[in-house]
């Protein structure tokens, strides 16, 4: 279990960012409402504050988070937003799945 800790750390991290980043989006591109735009800075704000509970460097967290962010866009854009992920975009996101891996889980000397 203790490997899946900084994974959950990761999502939680990206729905903050992610989230907040869209709410964001809508506000100031959509012409929704202005408590949308306080709330994805309410979000991303708190995205900050959760990447620092890893306890890795912030080199390396930042590094995996880049991959999970990727995946994660990915997944939001399908949901959210109708994109349908190509062959292209699929290899793109193992890809990085398989670098996340490499980076958290290698065993090192």
Not at 3 to 23: F, K, S, T
Not at 39 to 45: D, F, N, P, S, T
Not at 93 to 108: E, S
């Amino acid at each position: 279990m203790p490997n899946l800790q900084p994974l959950a750390l990761y999502v939680l991290a990206g729905l903050c960012e992610i989230g907040g980043g869209y709410l964001m989006w809508q506000w100031l591109k959509a012409e929704q409402p202005a408590w949308m735009g306080l709330l994805g800075a309410v979000l991303l704000v708190i995205y900050g504050w959760v990447a620092t509970w890893q306890r890795m460097t912030f080199g390396k967290t930042y590094a995996v988070y880049g991959g999970v962010f990727i995946l994660m866009s990915i997944a939001w854009a399908w949901y959210f937003d109708g994109f349908r992920p190509d062959r292209y975009d699929a290899i793109g996101g193992a890809i990085c799945f398989v670098g996340i891996g490499v980076i958290l889980f290698w065993p090192r000397s």
